[in-house]
């Protein structure tokens, strides 16, 4: 069963850092393109920060120079790297994949979704 896992949430204060991780497990094969996102109640989930089996970042503007997005050498492990935060930055982030690739780059497709790890950015 293919699950993802994050850590590194917790509270910074304004201006800080933090690092947040995400774990593949639970198949032999790498993740696809990885995905942080992050979500208020009742709000709709905003893409954060996105990285490509090849490399290729993306960044919401709202996070543009603060934040980096990273990906292991084994395609299993995900992060994402908190800086100059902000208070509009507190909410629960999630790690996400879009499928899964095999050696030979054939991808799997599937929405897999960590259970999410909550940042708080405060005075």
């Known amino acids: 069963q293919v699950q993802l896992v994050e850590s590194g949430g917790g509270w910074a204060q304004v201006g800080g850092s933090l690092r947040l991780s995400c774990t593949l497990s639970?198949?032999?094969?790498?993740?696809?393109?990885m995905n942080w996102y992050r979500q208020d109640p009742g709000k709709q989930r905003e893409l954060v920060a996105s990285i490509t089996w090849h490399n290729i970042t993306n960044y919401a503007d709202s996070v543009k120079g603060r934040f980096t997005i990273s990906r292991d050498n084994t395609g299993k492990a995900l992060f994402l790297q908190m800086n100059s935060l902000k208070p509009d930055d507190s909410s629960v982030y999630y790690c996400?994949?879009?499928?899964?690739?095999?050696?030979?780059?054939?991808?799997?497709?599937?929405?897999?979704w960590g259970q999410g790890t909550r940042v708080t950015v405060s005075s």
């Open positions: 639970g198949t032999r094969f790498s993740a696809n393109t």
């Open positions: 996400n994949t879009d499928g899964v690739r095999n050696a030979a780059g054939a991808v799997r497709r599937g929405a897999y």
